[in-house]
C-alpha cells in the first residue's frame, strides 16, 4: 500500500491497478457557458479550477496503466430515464431536454454533453452515463469495477455536494476506499464544498478521506 497524509488520518491507497481515479461530470455542460449548470443561474467559471489537478492526476494514472472511470450525467433522447420529478423541479432558463446552444441539455451524444475537451477519455478508460446523480445508480458501475478488482477509489470532478458526494455516498455503502480530491473538485457555492469536506471525514472518516492533488502527485513521484 502507498501511504497518502490525509484528513482525518493517513490514507491507503491499493497499488497494482486497484485504485481507480473517477472522474464526475467534468462535462461542458457543468463547466462551460451555454450549458444546464449555466441555466440554473450558477457562475460556471468557478469550476474552472478543478481543470488543471485532473489533468495531473490523469497523467499519472495513465502513466501508470491504473484504471480511469469518467462518468457523466445525461439521459436518452426519449428523456425516458429521467423522472418529471427531476426534469420540472424548480425553474431553471432551459430544463433537460430542451435546446441551448450546446445542444439539448444533458440528452446522451449531445456536444454539451461531452467531457471537456482537454480531459478527454483515451481508448480503455471508462465511460459512465448516469441518468441519477451517484455513479452507480442503474449504471451497473459495481459490476464493471468488480471485474477489474477495484477496491479504491480516488474522487474528482464536480460538484462536490452533488455528484461527487452522492457517487462517494454510494461507494463507501458499496466497500470502496474513498479518497477525494480537495483541489480537484469544486462546487459553485464555496460553503456547500466546505461542509461537504468536513462531513464525509467526520467521526473517523464516516464516508472517507480527503487530500491534495499534490499530496497525492508527490507520494506517487
Ligand atoms: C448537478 C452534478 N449539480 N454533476 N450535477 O446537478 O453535480
Not at 461507494?171 to 480537495?182: I, K, T
Amino acid at each position: 500500500m502507498i501511504e497518502i497524509a490525509a484528513t482525518p488520518f493517513p490514507y491507503s491507497l491499493a497499488p497494482n491497478g486497484k485504485t481507480a481515479l473517477v472522474i464526475i461530470d467534468m462535462q461542458r455542460d457543468f463547466i462551460e457557458p451555454g450549458g444546464f449548470g449555466a441555466s440554473l443561474g450558477n457562475d460556471v467559471t468557478l469550476l474552472q479550477s478543478t481543470v488543471n489537478p485532473i489533468a495531473n492526476l490523469l497523467r499519472v494514472w495513465r502513466a501508470r496503466r491504473w484504471p480511469v472511470v469518467y462518468t457523466r450525467e445525461s439521459h436518452r433522447a426519449d428523456l425516458s430515464d429521467c423522472p418529471p420529478s427531476k426534469r420540472l423541479r424548480g425553474s431553471p432558463a432551459l430544463r433537460i431536454g430542451e435546446l441551448g446552444p450546446m445542444g439539448r441539455l444533458l440528452i446522451h451524444g449531445e456536444v454539451g454533453t461531452g467531457i471537456i475537451d482537454c480531459l478527454a477519455p483515451q481508448a480503455g478508460e471508462l465511460v459512465i452515463d448516469k441518468p441519477g446523480k451517484g455513479m452507480f445508480y442503474a449504471t451497473g458501475l459495481h459490476e464493471k469495477l468488480q471485474v477489474e478488482g477495484v477496491t479504491h477509489l480516488v474522487f474528482t470532478g464536480v460538484t462536490t455536494e452533488v455528484c461527487v458526494q452522492t457517487s462517494m455516498r454510494e461507494a463507501n455503502d458499496r466497500g470502496y476506499h474513498c479518497l477525494l480530491v480537495e483541489d480537484a473538485t469544486q462546487s459553485y457555492f464555496p460553503t456547500f464544498k466546505a461542509a461537504t469536506l468536513a462531513m464525509i471525514v467526520a467521526q473517523g472518516a464516516i464516508v472517507g478521506w480527503h487530500t491534495s492533488s499534490e499530496i497525492i502527485l508527490t507520494s506517487l513521484a
